[in-house]
């Protein structure tokens, strides 16, 4: 069958039948004024069957993300109310699996660069690359193998390693300064000790310079 053929046998629109046929006149167009039977019921399968189809899949794809939508506020309600039960039974004092929870997030929110400095300080510092991906792993999973004491000051270690590398601007700000508070330590008294100590290391260092750069005696040689 040619395509000439095939396209000669195609139906036009106001040509299929169906119960909801009107008479109506072309208003514009190259068969403007020609009288033609059309369709005007949105419901009828033969002339409106693709926007049925659509309209049947937009409706599907309403419901399902109407579905979608009801999970999630569903599952976001019932995590929020899980949240509220397991506050309701936690106890002053955290147990150590409770402790091994918090560790556990807060190393896990350290930055690489941090996360390398908590290794260091743990003697897990690799000497061929101090900024190993692997280093600041190990530092990650230091929470694995501590008893509660030690999980206890792993916490405030990766909360108080970041604050150590300076001091804030506002003094409000400064958590290292809040926990030397709480715990009763004497600021003053340990800076002092502190500048001691660095300007006893300062002179020893300069010391140590001044002898090294200091000529060599010449050695006299009897005359003949």
Known sequence: MTHKSRKSKEV?????LCNHLTPAIH????DNGRLVNVCADPNCKIHFGNRQQEEKQRLQWKAEKTAANQKAKQTLAFRHRLLADVLKRVKPQFGSEELRMVAQFVLRSLSHELACRLAKRH???NPKDTHDWQMAEKARTLYKKADAAALAVL????MLIGPARSAPVN??????AD???????????????????EKEKSQKKNKATSVNQTPAP??????K
Do not use: Y
């Open 218 to 223: 010449k050695t006299k040689t009897g005359r």
């Open 155 to 158: 916490i405030f270690e990766a």
């Open 179 to 197: 926990a030397a508070s709480l715990h009763k330590i004497d600021v003053r008294a340990l800076r002092a000790t502190v500048a001691k100590a």
């Open 27 to 30: 208003a514009d167009g190259i």
């Open 12 to 16: 036009r629109p106001e040509e299929k």
């Open 171 to 176: 003094k409000d700000d400064d958590f290292l």
């Open 123 to 125: 003697g897990l510092q």
